[in-house]
């Protein structure tokens, strides 16, 4: 008889299934031979959601670094769409630029003498600092206007 701290070699086959992405839940069950039934015993289980919980988790941090890999490649692209000759394209960069948020665990990043940093895409010129304080003023109108 198995511990009730431990998974079956099936338990484990279902959860990897379920986070390789080739099939939705019902069809990782029907593979496996697993009816909804034993997949609900298997969701009260402590081992089971213990496992399945630390996947998830793994699965955050990895979106969570792939994601933060991209962001000041992401960023540069939208400081250069403020200058695009489509209004609409410009404001709606501008706008993004403004609804940035650093990720809520985010350390405090200690500052770095201007000689010391490291290379980062070219800060934002006057015309579009302009701009994007002048999309930030109509948004802010507006919606004391909607009040």
């Not at 338990?11 to 390789?20: C, H, M, R, S, Y």
């Not at 670094?65 to 709606?92: D, F, H, S």
């Not at 490291?118 to 919606?143: F, S, V, W, Y």
């Amino acid at each position: 008889m198995r511990r009730k701290n431990t998974l079956t070699k099936r338990q484990i086959d279902v959860i990897e299934d379920l986070f390789a992405g080739e099939l939705d839940e019902h069809a990782v069950l029907e593979k496996h031979n697993v009816n909804a039934k034993l997949y609900g015993k298997w969701q009260g289980e402590d081992a089971f959601i213990k496992h399945l919980e630390k996947r998830i988790t793994t699965a955050h941090r990895l979106s969570a670094a792939m994601i933060a890999r991209y962001a000041p490649m992401a960023a540069a692209k939208l400081v250069q769409l403020t200058q695009c000759e489509k209004e609409e394209t410009a404001r709606k960069a501008c706008l993004d630029i403004i609804a940035m948020q650093p990720p809520a665990a985010a350390p405090p990043r200690p500052q770095l003498p201007v000689a010391d940093a490291p290379d980062q895409p070219q800060n934002l010129t006057p015309q579009t600092a302009a701009k994007i304080l002048a999309i930030l003023a109509e948004e802010h109108q507006n919606a004391d206007e909607d009040i």
